[in-house]
Nanobody
Framework: VQLQASGGGLVQAGGSLRLSCAPS????????VAWFRQAPGKEREFVAA????????TYTDSVKGRFTISRDDAKNTVYLQMNSLKPEDTAVYYC????????????????WGQGTQVTVSS
């Protein structure tokens, strides 16, 4: 499965962005999907994940209350709505998917997108 992440950009602190993740050539409903991010000089970290049904989601503590992961099966797309952005949210954001499990570790996911840059200015 090839994943396409989009929606990144440059925004001022306090602003919002919505990231999108869509597969090419496959239906997304059979996959749990997650977002990870990697800032310069830092390891990739988990941000949020959503189950195949969309009935459950989980977030890293630093984004709780600010970010929302959701899925629109009609559009075959998973979104990450990011509000109240902070400079420390600056990173390349990656979407990942797996048919059989959901987790918070990179190794839990078999398929990855190419990443989209999010830059938050102070």
């Amino acid at each position: 499965v090839q994943l396409q992440a989009s929606g990144g950009g440059l925004v001022q602190a306090g602003g919002s962005l919505r990231l999108s993740c869509a597969p090419s050539g496959r239906t997304f409903t059979s996959y749990a999907v997650a977002w990870f991010r990697q800032a310069p000089g830092k390891e990739r970290e988990f941000v949020a994940a959503i189950t195949r049904s969309g009935g459950s989601s989980t977030y890293t503590d630093s984004v709780k209350g600010r970010f929302t992961i959701s899925r629109d099966d009609a559009k075959n797309t998973v979104y990450l709505q990011m509000n109240s952005l902070k400079p420390e949210d600056t990173a390349v954001y990656y979407c990942a998917a797996d048919r059989f499990q959901i987790g918070t570790r990179s190794g839990d996911y078999s398929y990855w997108g190419q990443g989209t840059q999010v830059t938050v200015s102070s």
